[in-house]
């Protein structure tokens, strides 16, 4: 049996199930590429399953997925994800690959930034467009597609949020004040300094921070402190009560 089983957004955010779950399995593992979890999290796992998490990469769960799988024949094998395990689409083809080896799945979800921010941001859910990743920008790595993202949003008078791009393994996430900078620079005009969005960090955790403010001054947040990661929601045209929920937010950084 394989099982995938959302770690949520903080440690204690493992559901009573997933708990259950990982007493009784043979193996645990656990990716981080998507979003990072904190050594005191594996630590609490390990101590409640009995057995200490393994670590594997994004290649075991895409490239070698047939391999790490088929583990799950005659073993409960148990794979942990950040957030919830079926945000991120490449997490589907776990599931494919399992059902052509004949291995049974089941799904354990958490809570996820997805529902979080949007949730938190007291606007609609209804009227959000597509998501928006900023990525990491390099001299031979310099996208724009999720600026296009942004404006058709913009055109269509729908939210948008936006994600600053985790790679871990490689130890360039991207942070807020680079986000932001790459954010205004690919708009080209279309957003500046004074925009205002919804900026969120730590999600779900005792340090959470929200705030309703324009871009310069999410900068200057971001560096005031320690942040360990974030998101911003650009919203377009919002209704009385939305905007009443987002202004609870304000803040005056500079």
């Known amino acids: ?44 796992i390990a101590e409640l399953a ?16 047939k391999k790490t799988v088929s583990a799950a024949k005659e073993r ?23 059902a052509s080896q004949g291995i049974r799945t089941e799904v354990i979800h958490a809570p996820s930034i997805f529902t979080a921010a949007i949730g ?4 609609d859910i209804y009227k959000f467009g597509p998501t928006a990743t900023i990525p990491k920008i390099s001299e031979r790595y310099k996208p724009t ?3 296009e993202v942004i404006k058709k949003n913009l055109s269509n008078k729908q939210h948008t949020l936006i994600l600053f791009d985790v790679t871990p393994e ?18 080209k005009g279309t957003l500046d300094e004074d925009t205002k969005a919804v900026f969120m960090a730590d999600l779900g955790r005792a340090e959470q921070q929200i705030a ?27 209704s009385f009560a939305e905007k009443r929920a987002v202004e609870t937010h304000l803040t005056s950084s500079t």
């Open 1 to 44: 049996m394989l099982y995938l089983i959302g770690l949520g957004l903080d440690t204690k955010d493992l559901s009573l199930k997933a708990a259950e779950c990982l007493k009784t399995a043979d193996s645990i593992l656990y990716e981080e590429y998507t979003a990072s979890i904190t050594s005191a999290y594996i630590s609490e």
């Open 50 to 65: 009995g057995k200490a998490p393994t670590k594997i990469q994004r290649s075991d769960l895409e490239d070698n997925v």
């Open 76 to 98: 409960n094998v148990v794979i942990l994800f950040p957030g919830d395990p079926l945000v991120a689409t490449t997490h589907h083809i776990i599931i494919e690959e399992a």
């Open 120 to 123: 938190e941001s007291g606007l």
């Open 145 to 147: 597609s999720f600026v």
């Open 170 to 187: 490689q130890g360039n996430s991207i942070n807020v004040e680079d986000a932001i900078l790459t954010l205004l620079q690919a708009s």
């Open 212 to 238: 309703y403010a324009s871009m310069k001054e999410i900068v200057a947040m971001a560096r005031s402190g320690k942040i360990r990661s974030s998101c911003i929601i650009l919203p377009t045209e919002m």
